[in-house]
């Protein structure tokens, strides 16, 4: 297999791996709400950071592995 045909794979890999971590984060904090609701304004604000680190992370990723593509 060449790089050409590897990257695209990688770069789906990136997605689903962000898709399910986002998801899992995002159940966990809506459990904790409907657990406690009069803590929603703290849960959601520890949530928020968290939450666009790894959408940050994965952005990053798919523009690093959209460049060997290209280079």
Do not use: C, H, W, Y
């Not at 657990?35 to 952005?59: C, H, M, S």
């Amino acid at each position: 297999m060449t790089a050409t045909t590897l990257i695209p794979l990688g770069m789906g890999l990136i997605v689903l791996g962000a898709g399910l971590g986002i998801g899992k984060f995002t159940a966990a904090a809506a459990e904790s709400i409907a657990r406690q609701p009069e803590a929603a304004d703290k849960i959601t604000g520890a949530v928020n950071l968290p939450l666009f680190l790894l959408e940050g992370v994965a952005i990053l990723a798919e523009v690093f592995t959209f460049l060997m593509l290209i280079l």
